[in-house]
């Protein structure tokens, strides 16, 4: 069974940095692009970041570049989003989505069609 699990979201004033954490259990990271999405009450759901490892391909969103970076370890399986410099506007619950691996090739983060399994969500709420 494949599981992914969102963890360190919380509560931070703006300017400040959370890491979050999609632990995958049931899949090899190597195999999947592994998406972050983030949805704000009333909005659609927006990419942020995904990460293929197999290819070596990471993109971002422009409201996003040079503040999140995504990483993922492979001794743990798991993939983290480095928040940094938050707004406001970052406040949203926060998913991790795993896709085919090839689907990074495309140009930007994958749309949530494309991801197969997806994780229950972390709230990350940004104060200013």
């Known amino acids: 069974e494949v599981q992914l699990v969102e963890s360190g979201g919380g509560l931070v004033q703006a300017g400040g940095s959370l890491r979050l954490s999609c632990a995958a259990s049931?899949?090899?990271?190597?195999?999947?692009?592994i998406g972050w999405f983030r949805q704000a009450p009333g909005k659609e759901r927006e990419g942020v970041s995904c990460?293929?490892?197999?290819?070596?391909?990471?993109h971002y969103a422009d409201a996003v570049k040079g503040r999140f970076t995504i990483s993922s370890d492979n001794a743990e399986n798991t993939v983290y989003l480095q928040m940094n410099s938050l707004k406001p506007e970052d406040t949203a619950v926060y998913y991790c989505?795993?896709?085919?691996?090839?689907?990074?090739?495309?140009?930007?983060?994958?749309?949530?069609?494309?991801?197969?399994?997806w994780g229950q969500g972390t709230q990350v709420t940004v104060f200013s």
């Open positions: 990460i293929s490892r197999s290819v070596r391909i990471t």
């Open positions: 989505a795993a896709a085919h691996w090839a689907a990074a090739q495309g140009l930007g983060v994958p749309p949530p069609n494309e991801y197969n399994y």
């Open positions: 049931g899949l090899n990271l190597d195999d999947y692009t």
